[in-house]
């Protein structure tokens, strides 16, 4: 479907559902919140900030002085880790259940009470320090889905160490070059984990890492989860044992006050160039709006509720809300390591089931997957116990809203969650007691939040009417800069719209009739799969890395799917033997990891470019997306569509 006829359909969408009367009555927050949060903003976001426990309080909420490098909360100290473990101990829940671990494999489940959880994290953190590792260093984090991942990061957070959190998918390339970005000194690992029923190693990826980086950069130390029991090689000089080091330390360990605007992770994510960008996050001001959002956007009960995200911590959605926003608040929460059909379709509604889940949260890549497999299997499990249903990472189109609030929510309200990695936490969202929600639509910002769609001049556009989407003020959980490079930081959000001073999402947004907000995506190179955000230009290097390859242009063509699928047009060399897809394809998975894999690889003879050489992407996406040739007037050479069309037809899915 083209962009103007998602638009148009955008627009007939009429159905609008009021939140539960019930839920509405005794939800967390109400609609005055709006007024309150918008007449006063530092106001309403230090009280926020008053749901944390500060070891010293702040001086500014926000100071601007030196803008876009704005700072939060100045002067103020605190210790995430303890915000989200040991102050909950200390209020007396240390037996209320943190953490419901169900591995892959069936019946493979550890249940982890704040207290466990306390003891664990302070026992990695004096591993960390006995290992050298003190405030300021970084720490890689490559594992799959289980507490000890989490422990690893919060281990992190409480010695004020910065961790870098790569998810699990990821090659050895990509793992080396974010090791290397951030400096890590320690990767915390596991020898693998569970994936649709086998062993997905981990730890043979972090030795070709280590290999790739000369002189193993600043590794000093390899610490190693079992997890599945698979053989792998050991380096005595590098690697220890979780359960030899951790398992055996101290379990006290007094947690030091950082300041607010200390380093808490840097997350890297997809540009609009090859390089990925090491996004940085800082503690008060992210820690204030990751629980604070998590709180009222789902409306959370932490005595009563059972929180389920189905993120991978190697993601932001994990970091905010399956780590930070989740634990400070104190809740009950589930973690599930594997697939959703593994061993079988119904795995995830078996699990709401037997943890009676209250509050969910999951992509609409997924919710269409499990909606092509029918009502049968969920409708076979009682997920009466679901009260609040969150979306995230791709705009959700209203078929599968309507369904994932139906089929899987018996009717309850669905929050369509639009942030970023760089926002750090919610920006726009319908709050489940107070707002109308239109399927399909993100509505409008979170309180306290102020976004906006403007034309290419910066001015705000009328409802009705189509733009950029920008964030007009600075919020607390924002990007402080990217690692390592403050122009990178300025340009690629803060130069679009420089004279107002707005920073610049990199989407496309709309506003209806009412003044509601629908997001339709990038309007950059950056494409969006299965909700993760992969850059075309790192595909395009990874392709041209591989020596068959003259010349690489990817689009991300819609996808029924996965929102978007990977679609690469490459120019062999002479040397490329025929029938060569599958190779190169495989090259792509190897360089950046299965995620991002085309879908489709199509041998071409010429690439469409400008008189100035650029590659026009747009009629690339046309033709990957069925709609024919398009305007070509812009092309050096016009008759090279046609070329490209007519070999188009051999070209096979993968
Ligand atoms: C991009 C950010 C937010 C954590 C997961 C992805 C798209 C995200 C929505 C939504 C429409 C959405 C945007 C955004 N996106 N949520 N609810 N509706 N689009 O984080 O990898 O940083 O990607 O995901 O395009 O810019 P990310």
């Known amino acids: 479907m083209s962009t103007e006829e998602t638009l148009s359909n955008l627009l007939h969408e009429t159905r609008r559902f009021e939140p539960p009367a019930e839920l509405a009555e005794s939800a967390n927050v109400k609609a005055e919140v709006y007024a309150r949060a918008a007449g006063d903003r530092e106001a309403f976001w230090a009280e926020a900030a008053e749901r944390l426990t500060w070891a010293e309080p702040w001086t500014r909420v926000l100071d601007d002085d030196n803008a876009p490098f704005y700072q939060w909360f100045t002067g103020g100290k605190l210790n995430a880790a303890y915000n989200c473990v ?26 982890i009470t704040y207290t466990d959880l306390q003891r664990e994290v302070a026992q990695a953190a004096n591993t960390y320090a006995a290992m050298g590792v003190g405030s300021g260093d970084c720490v890689a984090i490559y594992m799959p889905m289980i507490p000890e991942a989490i422990v690893a990061m919060l281990a992190a957070a409480r010695i004020g160490a910065i961790h870098t959190v790569v998810f699990g998918g990821f090659s050895a390339e990509a793992l080396a070059a974010r090791v290397e970005d951030c400096g890590a ?70 947690p030091e006050a950082f300041d607010a605007e200390h ?9 609009t160039t090859g390089k990925p960008k090491g996004i940085k996050h800082t503690t008060g001001g992210y820690l204030t709006q990751a629980a604070y959002t998590h709180w009222a956007q789902f409306d959370l009960k932490p005595d009563t509720d ?31 390591e594997g697939t959703p059909d593994a061993p079988e379709r119904g795995r995830w509604w078996k699990i709401i089931e037997e943890y009676k889940v209250s509050l969910f949260y999951t992509a609409p890549t997924a919710i269409r997957s499990f909606m092509k497999q029918g009502d049968a299997i969920p409708a076979a499990c009682d997920l009466s116990s679901l009260r609040v249903l969150g979306s995230v990472g791709e705009p959700i189109n209203p078929e599968a809203y309507v369904w994932y609030k139906t089929v899987i929510g018996g009717g309850a309200p669905v929050i369509d969650t639009w942030w970023q990695t760089e926002t750090g936490a919610t920006m726009m969202t319908p709050l489940p007691g107070v707002t109308a929600a239109k399927p399909g639509s993100a509505m409008g910002a979170f309180p306290g939040i102020t976004v906006d769609v403007v034309d290419d001049e910066g001015n705000s556009v009328p409802n009705g009417s189509g733009g950029y989407l920008v964030v007009t003020s600075p919020w607390p959980s924002m990007l402080r800069t990217i690692w390592g490079d403050d122009q990178r930081y300025v340009d690629t959000y803060w130069a679009r719209f420089k004279a107002q001073g707005y920073y610049f999402a990199g989407d496309g947004a709309k506003k209806d009739e009412d003044g509601d907000i629908w997001v339709l995506g990038r309007v950059d190179d950056v494409m969006n799969v299965s909700g993760h955000r992969l ?24 996808d029924p799917d996965t929102g978007q699928a990977v679609v ?5 060399r002479e040397s490329a033997p025929g029938d060569c897809e599958r190779e190169l394809s495989d090259h792509v998975r190897k360089e950046i990891g299965p995620i991002a894999k085309p879908k489709r690889i199509m041998v071409v003879p010429e690439l469409p470019k400008t008189r100035s050489g650029k590659i026009m992407r747009r009629l690339l996406r046309d033709l990957a997306e069925g709609r024919g040739v398009g305007d070509t007037t812009t092309l050096a050479d016009s008759s090279i569509m046609e070329l490209i069309a007519a070999g188009k037809a051999a070209a096979t899915d993968e």
């Not at 000194?185 to 029923?197: C, F, M, N, Q, S």
């Not at 690469?568 to 062999?572: G, S």
């Open 86 to 111: 040991d102050r909950h101990v200390e209020a007396g829940l240390g037996d209320r259940v943190a953490i419901h671990w169900v591995g892959e494999p069936v019946d493979d489940k550890r249940t």
């Open 185 to 254: 000194k320690l990767i915390v690992t596991a020898d693998g984990g569970w994936r649709r029923g086998a062993h997905s190693a981990l730890k043979p990826t972090v030795d070709e890492a280590i290999e790739k980086l000369g002189d193993r950069g600043k590794v000093s130390n390899v610490l190693v989860v079992r997890r599945t029991g698979q053989d792998i090689d050991w380096n005595a000089d590098l690697d220890v044992w979780w359960h030899d080091s951790v398992a055996t330390a101290s379990t006290e360990h007094t």
């Open 263 to 271: 380093p808490l992770y840097v997350m890297y994510t997809s540009g």
């Open 306 to 336: 059972v929180y389920w995200c189905t993120a991978d911590i190697g993601w932001v959605t994990g970091h905010s809300y399956i780590v930070y926003g989740p634990l400070a608040n104190g809740v009950t929460q589930v973690l599930y």
């Open 535 to 558: 850059s075309t230009t790192e595909i395009e290097s990874a392709l041209v890395s591989h020596p068959y390859v003259a010349e690489a242009a990817v689009v991300g063509a819609t």
């Open 568 to 572: 690469a047009y490459v120019i062999l």
